[in-house]
T-cell receptor, first 115, second 112 residues
Framework: EAGVAQSPRYKIIEKRQSVAFWCNPI?????LYWYQQILGQGPKLLIQ????????DSQLPKDRFSAERLKGVDSTLKIQPAKLEDSAVYLC?????????????FGEGSWLTVV | KQEVTQIPAALSVPEGENLVLNCSFT??????LQWFRQDPGKGLTSLLL?????REQTSGRLNASLDKSSGRSTLYIAASQPGDSATYLC???????????FGPGTRLSVLP
């Protein structure tokens, strides 16, 4: 079974520039998550999709972050303009929905450095 | 709002020791609790999943327990090996949605 795919793996940008990350979840997984993990901390949820609808985006800084999941499969997370404090790993994860959707599977992450 | 804490933040042990990692959560209305391993530069790998109705789960040298009423879980690693060196995170899934709330992790070093 193919895992959660993310790209790019590494990105270095200057502050005020924009960046986009792509995620392809495990086939058949209805729920997709984007997490931000700052060095030394646990992942923090940015946004959660159920199919192509948003379930929770309460911690997404909407003035600079946006995310979409067209057709309920792939997802893109965009940051514009980037700030120094956005330097982090952006983890995409997916899970099945409902009672059977217990385990969450993570991609290897997209590492962002803002200079 | 659910909050998850983990102690210790870091742990260094000689190879062969048995060790316990601790996880605490503030809201006992959880659906399940999951322990993850994260290697440097990598994503998270699920180790053990405990449903809210269960008390423990075992996989090989790993045993995770859950005391929902007191808001605690422990991960027991038997006969530790250098390959166990990683960061271990716990996450709880609440009853209200599908979100996972993570602790900050325990960074484990097992010395040969």
């Amino acid at each position: 079974e193919a895992g959660v795919a993310q790209s790019p793996r590494y990105k270095i940008i200057e502050k005020r520039q924009s960046v986009a990350f792509w995620c392809n979840p495990i086939s058949g997984h209805a729920t997709l998550y984007w997490y931000q993990q700052i060095l030394g901390q646990g992942p923090k949820l940015l946004i959660q999709f159920q199919n192509n609808g948003v379930v929770d985006d309460s911690q997404l800084p909407k003035d600079r972050f946006s995310a979409e999941r067209l057709k309920g499969v792939d997802s893109t997370l965009k940051i514009q303009p980037a700030k120094l404090e956005d330097s982090a790993v952006y983890l995409c994860a997916s899970s099945l929905w409902g009672i059977s959707g217990n385990t969450i599977y993570f991609g290897e992450g997209s590492w962002l450095t803002v200079v | 709002k659910q909050e998850v804490t983990q102690i210790p933040a870091a742990l260094s042990v000689p190879e062969g020791e048995n060790l316990v990692l601790n996880c605490s959560f503030t809201d006992s209305a959880i659906y399940n609790l999951q322990w993850f391993r994260q290697d440097p530069g990598k994503g998270l790998t699920s180790l053990l999943l405990i449903q809210s109705s269960q008390r423990e789960q075992t996989s090989g040298r790993l045993n995770a327990s859950l005391d929902k009423s007191s808001g605690r879980s422990t991960l027991y690693i038997a006969a530790s090996q250098p390959g166990d060196s990683a960061t271990y995170l716990c996450a709880v899934r609440d009853n209200y949605g599908q979100n996972f709330v993570f602790g900050p992790g325990t960074r484990l070093s097992v010395l040969p």
